[in-house]
T-cell receptor, first 118, second 115 residues
Framework: GAVVSQHPSWVICKSGTSVKIECRSL??????MFWYRQFPKQSLMLMAT?????????EQGVEKDKFLINHASLTLSTLTVTSAHPEDSSFYIC??????????????FGPGTRLTVL | AQSVAQPEDQVNVAEGNPLTVKCTYS??????LFWYVQYPNRGLQFLLK??????LVKGSYGFEAEFNKSQTSFHLKKPSALVSDSALYFC?????????????FGKGTRLSVIA
């Protein structure tokens, strides 16, 4: 099956620092990856669509200067939370559609990254 | 615009009993429908999907879901619940003609199976 990994799985940082989260598709390529944020006991909120080789598309209300997204290759997208604050603490999940698999119907998700900002 | 409604925040069922987790959707075109399960501090695991064809879809771990176009529903079911089925379940939808756009998720339903 299609596997998506995230690194780190959890991170604790001090307020004001920046944190980078990696999302990798391990056995498929993806021109498009998605970044979601999930608050405790709530649904997934789409933050942005990451496009390989071009700028990310951010959802309304998401600060693009705070949540920097880079999709440098067909298997890697990164989310950098800049100058993190406690309110950025959350569970961040990435996902992707396999490219060239004959079916692009199923969106595969990474295991998530738990960010805690002190 | 696409949307998903999961009317129940919590569903409790006794082990061995059948379970149903409800989902209704709204799309402008034809829907792709999905169910995912999430265990604590984990990402989403794909359970099953409806694309086209038979309205009854069978998925992982004995789960199934029935697509009902007239009621715009896609309820998740299992004939006999296990304690290990306790988790958070998300229904999601995408318009068939929308390309590789992200899924739209319901708010989730927490399933608790009691031994």
């Amino acid at each position: 099956g299609a596997v998506v990994s995230q690194h780190p799985s959890w991170v604790i940082c001090k307020s004001g620092t920046s944190v980078k989260i990696e999302c990798r598709s391990l056995d498929f390529q993806a021109t498009t990856m998605f970044w979601y944020r999930q608050f405790p006991k709530q649904s997934l909120m789409l933050m942005a669509t990451s496009n390989e080789g071009s700028k990310a598309t951010y959802e309304q209300g998401v600060e693009k200067d705070k949540f920097l997204i880079n999709h440098a290759s067909l298997t890697l997208s990164t989310l950098t939370v800049t100058s993190a604050h406690p309110e950025d603490s959350s569970f961040y999940i990435c996902s992707a559609y396999p490219l060239g698999r004959g079916s692009t119907d199923t969106q595969y998700f990474g295991p998530g990254t738990r960010l805690t900002v002190l | 615009a696409q949307s998903v409604a999961q009317p129940e925040d919590q569903v409790n069922v006794a082990e061995g009993n059948p379970l149903t987790v409800k989902c209704t959707y709204s799309v402008s075109g034809n829907p792709y429908l999905f169910w995912y399960v999430q265990y604590p501090n984990r990402g989403l695991q794909f359970l099953l999907k409806y694309i086209t064809g038979d309205n009854l879809v069978k998925g992982s771990y004995g789960f199934e879901a029935e697509f009902n176009k007239s009621q715009t529903s896609f309820h998740l079911k299992k004939p006999s619940a296990l304690v290990s089925d306790s988790a958070l379940y998300f229904c999601a939808v995408r318009d068939m003609d929308s390309g590789n756009t992200p899924l739209v998720f319901g708010k989730g339903t927490r399933l608790s199976v009691i031994a």
